[in-house]
Antibody
Framework: QVQLQESGPGRVRPSETLSLTCSVSGYSINNGFYWSWLRQSPGKGLELIGSIYHNGKSYYNPSLKSRVTLSMDTSKNQFSLKLRSVTAADTAMYYC??????????????WGPGTLVTVSS | DIQLTQSPPSLSASVGDRVTITCRASQDITNYVAWYQHKAGEVPKLLIYATSTLHSGVPSRFSGSGSGTVFTLTISSLRSEDFATYFCQQYNTAPPPFGPGTKVEMK
């Protein structure tokens, strides 16, 4: 059974970089699949941040592309998110998840439980 | 960009009730619709994909239907463990938008 768990700081200062890691158990991320980050800001719907494939190929939401970098550490079976120059608008619950389906038609299963990140000084 | 709306935003229901949630898209999304259940503090769970295909392990009281721009999630007989927020997602295009959610509360 594949399980995902997000980790990282719960608070980030404005203009700094938000860094989160998703640890995957029950499946080797090196064996395939895209792996994704999503977020839900207060009062807003969910938003895909981006997805990364085991060979490093990635997709970024155009609305965030200029500030986002996804990476993978196959030795640790983890993938990571970096979001630069954060503002209060980046305060959200951040989720990692595995996309299912076929390009570009992806839904998500399973998900991690999410981690709340607050941007404030 | 495709926008999704859900109705109602929230509803109050009793155990045993039939519950229907509607997801509307701003343009045709064929059958690329998924539904999720999310309870506070828990992992979001996939219920249905491809409009009407039940995900493995999901009880048969959940069903999905629709086409084009209007899709529904139905719970045929609500159980206590079904009180949660439900949201739809279209995956006809990237990035895939999500609906704002419908909160199902106990009456």
């Amino acid at each position: 059974q594949v399980q995902l768990q997000e980790s990282g700081p719960g608070r980030v200062r404005p203009s700094e970089t938000l860094s989160l890691t998703c640890s995957v158990s029950g499946y080797s991320i090196n064996n395939g699949f895209y792996w994704s980050w999503l977020r839900q800001s207060p009062g807003k719907g969910l938003e895909l941040i981006g997805s990364i494939y085991h060979n490093g190929k990635s997709y970024y939401n155009p609305s965030l592309k200029s500030r986002v970098t996804l990476s993978m550490d196959t030795s640790k079976n983890q993938f990571s998110l970096k979001l630069r120059s954060v503002t209060a608008a980046d305060t959200a619950m951040y989720y990692c998840a595995r996309p299912r389906g076929g390009s570009p038609h992806y839904y998500f299963d399973p998900w991690g439980p999410g981690t709340l990140v607050t941007v404030s000084s | 960009d495709i926008q999704l709306t859900q109705s109602p935003p929230s509803l109050s229901a009793s155990v045993g009730d039939r519950v229907t949630i509607t997801c509307r898209a701003s343009q045709d999304i064929t059958n690329y619709v998924a539904w999720y259940q999310h309870k506070a503090g828990e992992v979001p769970k996939l219920l249905i994909y491809a409009t009407s295909t039940l995900h493995s392990g999901v009880p048969s009281r959940f069903s999905g239907s629709g086409s084009g721009t209007v899709f529904t999630l139905t719970i045929s007989s609500l159980r206590s463990e079904d009180f949660a927020t439900y949201f739809c997602q279209q995956y006809n295009t990237a990035p895939p938008p999500f609906g704002p959610g419908t909160k199902v509360e106990m009456k």
